[in-house]
């Protein structure tokens, strides 16, 4: 498998961690989104949102939307388990995912930054105010969301695909400069998977296309 | 079971179009967004995330965001399915599905556009030009992705979860002027769902809570 991915896309960081934990073999193709590598007509032919993360399988289909993405790797590679089989906690565990893939990352993207320096002259101070108000009005609902548990993980002993959005979405937070004290369960979890070597091996700074540390 | 659900919301119609293709009985409670229903004490312990729709189950259990919900009612009631049971077809389904929930929606909402008002200013005509930027970007991603086929809905002879996505943006994408001209497969689309009296039922106009025509 390929996997088009770019170091600090949150999505593909999802992914990644998601192939890591299950332990499928894949290789990595960057696409720079500051160069603009996904607006070729190369890439766009492959992925035409333009976008990462996208998953070329062996038999030369490609899949894209990291949370699709997700949900082929846990019907083909079962374990380990990236929701639970009980209907009702599956439901709590793609909430409180979904509560970050579509709450919080999509206005907190490079497109959208874009378009507010396009459109209203936003500076980088706006930019900065702008990703700030959606990621802590979004990890607000995130946490209430989440259960109260003593478990190391959002629901459990074991990483599922919330843990994955969370930590993703937290290395943003970190980036743009929020901090995490609100919003302790996220802390948690974000911890939580940083120890795991799996997901550790997905983080950001980790990947064959990560600038030099400044 | 009670939705807790607003007429225009694209993902409350989601839902109501699952819950109608399904034959499975609710009652409506409607949360008016323009009057900030969504902000009161009483809806935030509800529903966290301040957003509609959100589904008590007749145990209590709140579920919420428009995809968790749907999937859950596609494991409780499996008929008419959702999602395929081919594994790349799910994929497939679920990236149309999510180009949607994602790419187009979150950045298309009420909350977005009172932050460019409040934080640039923006005129109504700033308004709509925003709308209509984000829809047609992301419908013509959309587009790309969606299979060819002589069949009436997106993946076949019977609405799935994309059909319902996309119908209800396209709703959204009349409100504000958007010619869906350019995207022939998701006005297709649109035409089958609107010709499904389930779907019908679902949609705004129809709603209990809605406004009078003009």
Same mark, same amino acid.
């Given at each position: 498998?390929?996997?088009y991915? !770019?170091w600090?896309? *949150?999505t593909? !960081?999802?992914?990644?961690? &998601?192939?890591?934990?299950?332990?499928?073999p894949?290789? *990595?193709?960057?696409?720079?989104?500051? &160069?603009? +590598?996904?607006?070729t007509?190369?890439?766009? /032919?492959?992925?035409p949102?333009?976008?990462v993360?996208? %998953?070329?399988?062996? +038999?030369?289909t490609?899949?894209?939307?990291?949370?699709?993405?997700?949900? !082929?790797?846990?019907? *083909?590679?079962?374990?380990?388990?990236?929701?639970?089989?009980?209907?009702?906690t599956?439901?709590?565990? %793609?909430?409180v &995912?979904?509560s970050v893939?579509t709450?919080?990352h999509?206005?907190?993207?490079?497109r959208?930054?874009?378009?507010?320096? /396009?459109?209203?002259n /936003?500076?980088?101070?706006?930019a900065?105010?702008?990703m700030q108000?959606?990621? &802590?009005?979004?990890?607000?609902?995130?946490?209430?969301l989440?259960?109260?548990t003593?478990?190391p993980?959002?629901f459990?002993?074991?990483?599922t695909? @919330?843990d994955?959005?969370? *930590?993703?979405?937290?290395?943003n937070?970190?980036?743009?400069g929020?901090?995490?004290?609100?919003?302790?369960?996220i802390?948690?979890?974000?911890?939580?998977?940083l120890?795991?070597?799996?997901?550790?091996?997905?983080?950001?700074?980790?990947? @064959?296309?990560?600038a030099p540390?400044?």
């Open positions: 498998m390929i996997l991915s !770019y600090r896309s *949150t593909s !960081y999802r992914v990644r961690a &998601a192939l890591n934990l299950k332990g499928v894949y290789e *990595t193709r960057a696409v720079d989104l500051v &160069a603009g +590598d996904q607006t007509p190369d890439y766009l /032919a492959l992925n949102g333009g976008g993360p996208a %998953l070329r399988l062996d +038999d030369g490609i899949l894209t939307q990291s949370l699709a993405i997700i949900d !082929y790797l846990d019907a *083909t590679f079962p374990e380990p388990p990236m929701l639970s089989g009980d209907t009702t599956r439901a709590g565990q %793609l909430a &995912a979904l893939a709450d919080i999509p206005v907190n993207n490079l959208v930054i874009g378009q507010l320096k /396009a459109r209203f /936003a500076s980088p101070d706006d900065k105010a702008w108000h959606w990621m &802590a009005e979004g990890f607000t609902a995130t946490e209430a989440l259960p109260d003593p478990a993980f959002s459990g002993d074991a990483p695909l @919330p994955l959005c969370i *930590t993703a979405q937290a290395y937070a970190h980036r743009w929020l901090d995490l004290a609100p919003f302790p369960k802390a948690r979890v974000e911890s939580a998977c120890a795991n070597p799996a997901i550790a091996a997905a983080a950001p700074e980790r990947q @064959p296309d990560a540390p400044p």
